[in-house]
């Protein structure tokens, strides 16, 4: 099915490690996002990419960096994780600015011990 | 300083009734605005969207209401059917959106449950 796949779907880290979220999209989307969801917080953004070969910043950015490896890639990396990085983390896709909204991952559930 | 607010954590409707799900803003930059739902280990998925220039916008049992002078916008859903029990978010999309240049800004969500 179309759409977009994160991996892993689960990750357990402990306070320091690194590691990278994947994501891939295959509808030809020129945007990408990276958002995280906690509980009674709704969905924040932390980095966008709004064509390949391009990244800002979105509203919680510290502690990330991402890398917009092509059109279909979008990857979100934590250096040295923390417990307040324990999440949910779910990529996204678009076309365009407008139109039908977003479509997004199932999501990474992420616990910093 | 939340931009998207939905001030009802949770909502529960009987099946076959009306729900209203409500959400304000603050930004009057936001010139879109959008309905997610969403099932518990999924991700959201899109519903319904209005632009700024309109009032209402239809999609079968889902309707959208914008009231610009008041910054409020309104999801109705009717009839209310078991499987419309998820999460529902209110978004919105601006230039100086709380979400960077060109991102949602998202509210906090409503658990609307259907009760049978």
């Known amino acids: 099915n179309a759409g977009v796949t994160q991996t892993p779907k689960f990750q357990v880290l402990k306070t320091g490690q690194s590691m990278t979220l994947q994501c891939a999209q295959d509808?030809?989307?020129?945007?990408m996002y990276w958002y995280r969801q906690d509980p009674g917080m709704g969905l924040r953004l932390i980095y966008y990419?709004?064509?390949?070969?391009?990244?800002d910043k979105g509203e919680v950015p510290n502690g990330y960096n991402v890398s917009r490896l092509n059109k279909r890639e979008f990857s979100l990396r934590l250096e040295s994780a923390a417990p307040s990085q324990t999440s949910v983390y779910f990529c996204?896709?678009?076309?365009?600015?407008?139109?039908?909204?977003?479509?997004f991952g199932s999501g990474t559930r992420l616990t910093v011990v | 300083d939340q931009q998207v607010k939905q001030n009802s954590p949770s909502l529960s409707v009987q099946e076959g009734r009306i729900s209203i799900l409500n959400c304000d803003y603050t930004n009057s930059m936001f010139d879109y605005f959008l309905w997610y739902k969403k099932y518990p280990a999924e991700g959201p998925t899109f519903l319904i969207s209005i632009s700024s220039i309109k009032d209402k916008n239809e999609d079968g049992r889902f309707t959208v209401f914008l009231n610009k002078s008041a910054k409020h916008l309104s999801l109705h859903i009717v009839p209310s059917q078991p499987g419309d029990s998820a999460v529902y978010f209110c978004?919105?999309?601006?230039?100086?959106?709380?979400?960077?240049?060109?991102?949602?800004?998202f509210g906090k969500g409503t658990h609307l449950i259907i009760q049978p």
């Open positions: 509808m030809n989307h020129n945007s």
């Open positions: 996204a896709s678009s076309e365009s600015r407008v139109g039908y909204g977003y479509t």
């Open positions: 990419s709004a064509s390949e070969g391009t990244t």
């Open positions: 978004a919105a999309l601006g230039a100086y959106s709380g979400g960077g240049a060109d991102g949602l800004t």
